[in-house]
């Protein structure tokens, strides 16, 4: 795969952040910190992974924050009303998860809606059956009962990783979070299928220019189908790792993370004119956004400055991606006008 | 007020474009050309694509600069290269696509950018009333000022867009290929539109391919090829074939050195792979039949806007057809996408490599690739190496340069694109491949290259179908050459019994 000068710029931009923080900020570079950080932003970092697939397409999925809390919901019901084992109700939220992708997919291919207003919709609809599901409200007594399914509170597991191997007579090792390494397998299992299937390379033409895509015999509509179904299926998963460290779950969870995501994907290089980008930025992108609201908390900046600077770095990559579309298509002005 | 028949008339020039040059690296694309109008004339613009009419129009409109030359109106030189100043002078342009906001109303479009403000910048909706009713009223436009743009049939818009060029004075009209979406009633209503204009003294320039409507509307015409303007001429002195022939030129003379030396094969092997019967869709072909055998190739040329395009693609299923039947190797196929005809052995090569064709910001391996990926499948991995060696391969046998599968589609030259656009089909092994329009920009190296390309895959036993505006081109690699006329298929010959001539003959006639 190619590698882009946007990820590379990331990934600079990435260790700078880290060095300033390290030495900046107080209790910036401790193990618990690090651990915090992992356990914070890895599940968001999985929405990431999941929102590429919509922007590769020259799409976006602003659904995937209810879709989360739906997926919460679904799991929270399924265990504590219907007493339904982990192993039933994971995958089941995990179905439910991607049915609201191929839901956004299809409306998007069938009703040929702009993606933004069709995930607009559904964002609202999604949320709006979060409530018209929730257990904590059908049975008010469940609201304060704790999760206790046994495999959904099993992945908020952490391990010692340097005392596994014996790194830590040396050096203090965070504890790594089990919600870190489903997201590094979520990465290498669409990464390979991004980069080295027959899908994956019709998600980058499709993206790239989806009419000579459809010429060249490929069936846009059921790659975009499946590509917003991915998406869910990682809200999905995310929503599996946040009930399970917050033990429970609430009708407002995911409430505005569609931003995170979107802001992590494009920070991390996946380019919002389609077609171009990995999923490797993302992520990178995600623990770069939280390492700025955990650094600056920690050098007593005020939340609202987070805020603002979060934008402001969010502005840096959209404008970054701009500026390479607008050289990208002089380049080729330039071209043309050679040629004609 | 009749035009003037003598273009070298001193009378009071409206427009005079004198010694324009437009140079691009060491492309001549306008080359010392002429141009004048006259108050109250309208005066066809014609070329075949590429003859210069875009970048001449481009200059008079101030979207780019000339290298040289000149621009006067009504004697006054004009500021080149500044668009806002030519619309101040008076040169208003109507677009081939609309130009205007499709949600605000007539009368807001009209003003668009420039209303008349009172104090406080509030916007005087009396004056601008006023001011475009009285331009309706003197350009005899029928127009409800009120009436929400975007809901106006195609014809209407046009005349909004043509009031918006007079209410800011518009002294010369670029008109281009302003009927490219009209149907045939609402094209006599612009014109009578436009006739109405010549009589307040407006002079017109009409882009056009359309010969009818140059011959029904126009008083004179200005011909251009390879950049120059080869011919200016009363209308009524011109003839159809007359008019062709000078727009393909020279051309003419060469035939006999293209055509001969090469053997023909009309029918190649004769089985018939591809059979066409009764296509129709409405509005654009009609009734289309033809049968298209293994071991040849049939060039389709007409006219642009003879519908060619739209046929193809209406046989390959990426567009509708109404009614008609295709066959290949004598069994019915229905095809609905692309997927179905290539499924079939059918390959398709579009006409616009940038817009349909290619991925230019993905690699020449990866373009060449697209149509096969599923051969290079293992469970559900791709085969990186087998990919890598099959675009290896490719690359060789186009010559495709630089020869180097990861540069991206975008950093080549027009011509080796087109050969990867080709290739990409070609890697397919199909039994039919179309081709639209296949050496479009593309250099006389690469041209000549493709060329055999084609009579190689012909020579495999496949069916070749190509569809040209390059009469050249057809007497250089048709075997049978079919004729399309306003939609319909109007004769199929055997090469070896026309002449150039004879082709434009029949291309132009009615």
């Known amino acids: 795969m190619r590698v882009q000068s946007a990820f590379i710029a990331v990934v600079l931009f990435f260790l700078a952040v880290l060095a300033f923080f390290c030495v900046f900020a107080p209790n910036f570079a401790t193990a618990s910190n690090f651990e915090d950080l992992m356990a914070g932003f890895s599940f968001i970092a999985i929405l990431a992974i999941g929102e590429s697939f919509p922007i590769l397409l020259r799409g976006i999925d602003l659904s995937v924050g209810a879709t989360l809390a739906l997926a919460g919901m679904v799991a929270f019901d399924l265990t504590l009303m219907f007493d339904v084992p982990g192993y039933v109700a994971i995958p089941i939220t995990l179905a439910v998860a991607t049915l609201c992708g191929a839901v956004n997919g299809a409306l998007i291919v069938k009703l040929r809606l702009q993606p933004f207003i069709a995930t607009l919709s559904t964002l609202a609809a999604y949320r709006g059956l979060v409530y018209a599901i929730s257990g904590r409200q059908l049975v008010p007594e469940l609201s304060t009962t704790p999760l206790s399914d046994p495999w959904i509170m099993g992945l908020d597991t952490y391990f010692d990783i340097g005392s596994a191997t014996g790194l830590s007579s ?165 071209n043309l006008a050679e040629e004609a | 007020m009749p035009a003037a028949a003598n273009v070298n008339a001193s009378a009071a020039q409206l427009l005079d474009a004198h010694g324009l040059t437009k140079v691009y690296g060491n492309l001549v694309a306008l080359d010392h050309a002429d141009f004048r109008v006259m108050p109250g004339e309208v005066r066809a613009l014609i070329g075949s694509n590429g003859a210069g009419k875009s970048t001449l129009i481009k200059v008079l409109t101030g979207a780019i600069m000339p290298t040289s030359g000149s621009v006067t109106l009504d004697g006054a030189e004009l500021p080149l290269g500044r668009p806002e100043e030519m619309i101040r002078h008076g040169i208003g342009c109507i677009y081939q696509h609309s130009n205007m906001a499709p949600a605000l109303s007539v009368l807001d479009n009209i003003f668009l950018g420039r209303q008349p403000t009172r104090r406080f910048g509030l916007v005087d909706v009396k004056a601008q009333r006023r001011e475009a009713e009285e331009l309706l009223k003197r350009y005899c436009i029928d127009l409800d000022l009120d009436a929400t743009v975007g809901e106006l049939p195609t014809v209407k818009q046009k005349e909004v867009e043509i009031v918006k060029a007079l209410a800011l004075d518009a002294k010369v009209l670029l008109m281009d290929e302003p009927t490219g979406w009209l149907a ?34 126009c008083d004179t015409m200005t011909i251009m090829r390879d950049g120059r303007v080869i011919a200016e001429a009363d209308v009524a002195d011109m003839t159809r074939a007359k008019v062709i022939e000078l727009m393909v030129g020279d051309r003419l003379a060469r035939e006999s050195s293209a055509a001969a030396g090469e053997a023909r094969h009309p029918r190649g092997n004769g089985e018939i792979r591809l059979s066409v019967k009764g296509l129709s869709r409405r509005g654009m072909f009609r009734d289309v039949s033809f049968d298209l055998y293994g071991g040849e190739i049939l060039c389709i040329t007409g006219l642009i806007g003879s519908k060619r395009t739209e046929l193809m693609h209406a046989i390959f299923g990426s567009e509708p057809r109404d009614a008609g039947t295709v066959e290949i190797d004598g069994k019915p196929v229905d095809f609905r996408a692309p997927g179905d005809a290539m499924a079939c052995g059918v390959g398709f090569v579009p006409e616009d490599r940038h817009r349909d064709g290619l991925m230019l910001g993905m690699t020449v391996t990866e373009n060449l690739v697209m149509t096969t990926l599923d051969r290079f499948r293992r469970l559900f991995l791709l085969d990186r190496r087998g990919i890598e060696a099959a675009s290896r391969r490719s690359i060789d046998d186009l010559s495709v340069k630089p020869a180097d599968g990861r540069k991206l589609v975008r950093q080549l030259s027009g011509g080796n694109q087109q050969k990867v656009l080709v290739g990409k089909w070609l890697r397919l092994g199909p039994k039919v491949i179309i081709l639209d329009e296949p050496t479009v920009g593309v250099d006389v190296g690469a041209k000549a290259e493709i060329y055999s390309i084609l009579r190689a895959e012909r020579d495999r036993g496949a069916a070749v179908l190509v569809v040209s505006s390059d009469l050249e081109e057809v007497m250089t690699v048709a075997d049978r050459i079919g004729i399309m006329v306003s939609g319909r298929l109007r004769s199929i010959h055997d090469t070896t019994d026309m002449s150039m001539a004879q082709v434009v003959a029949e291309i132009g006639a009615e």
Not at chain 1, 184 to 198: N, Q
Not at chain 1, 220 to 249: H, P
Request: charged share 15%; hydrophobic share 55%; with cysteine.
């Open chain 1, 170 to 334: 040396l050096i203090e090792l965070p504890w790594v979070p089990l919600s870190f390494f489903i997201m590094i397998a979520t990465l290498v299992v669409f990464g390979v299928m991004l980069g080295r299937t027959r899908f994956g390379r019709d998600i980058y033409t499709v993206g790239g220019n989806a009419e000579a895509a459809r010429l060249a015999g490929i069936n846009v509509g059921r790659t975009i189908i499946i590509a917003y179904a991915i998406c869910g299926f990682c809200a999905g998963l995310g929503a599996l790792l946040m009930i399970a460290r917050l033990s429970t779950t609430t009708e407002s969870l995911g409430m505005g993370m569609e931003m995170s995501a979107i802001a992590a994907a494009v920070i991390g290089g996946v380019s919002l004119s389609g077609g171009i980008g990995g999923l490797a930025g993302p992520v990178i992108g995600t623990f770069l956004l939280g390492m700025v609201l955990i650094g600056l908390t920690l050098l007593g900046i005020s939340q609202f400055v987070q805020q603002i600077l979060t934008g402001v770095i969010l502005l840096i990559a959209v404008g970054h991606d701009r500026f390479l579309a607008v050289r990208r298509q002089k380049r080729l002005a330039a």
């Open chain 2, 184 to 217: 045939a009633s609402d094209v006599r209503r612009l014109h009578d539109t436009i006739r109405l204009l010549k009589s307040r003294g407006v002079g017109i320039v009409y882009i056009s391919h359309m010969l009818d409507e140059i011959f029904t509307v």
